[in-house]
């Protein structure tokens, strides 16, 4: 079984910056994997996807892009980097990750697994 476990969340000032991490356990094979946010009241939202095949492609929402930056090291571990954060982009953020074999992931993610979640305060 899959588990994700997600660190680096917490409480920082607008135009601040948080880097978020995300290890998987429970797999040999690269998963493609992904961060999603959520705000009580509202769906959970795509933050940043990537493939994590040898093009290593990604994909941004609008409102993080030039931002937030997706990557991840040659084995299970997934980070975003956000930068000039804003107090718009407070909510838990989740860590996802799809299946082995996975197709079109960076344009249509369909997750299998989540983390816990890891909350992020941006002050005004």
């Known amino acids: 079984q899959v588990q994700l476990v997600e660190s680096g969340g917490g409480l920082v000032q607008a135009g601040g910056s948080l880097r978020l991490s995300c290890a998987y356990s429970g797999s040999t094979f690269r998963l493609p994997m992904g961060w999603y946010r959520q705000v009580p009241g509202k769906q959970r939202e795509l933050v940043a996807v990537i493939s994590r095949s040898r093009s290593g492609s990604t994909n941004y929402a609008d409102s993080v892009k030039g931002r937030f930056t997706i990557s991840s090291d040659n084995a299970r571990t997934v980070y975003l980097q956000m930068n000039s954060l804003k107090p718009e982009d407070t909510a838990v953020y989740y860590c996802?990750?799809?299946?082995?074999?996975?197709?079109?992931?960076?344009?249509?993610?369909?997750?299998?697994?989540w983390g816990q979640g890891t909350q992020v305060t941006v002050s005004s």
């Open positions: 996802a990750a799809g299946s082995w074999g996975t197709t079109d992931w960076v344009n249509n993610p369909k997750p299998d697994y």
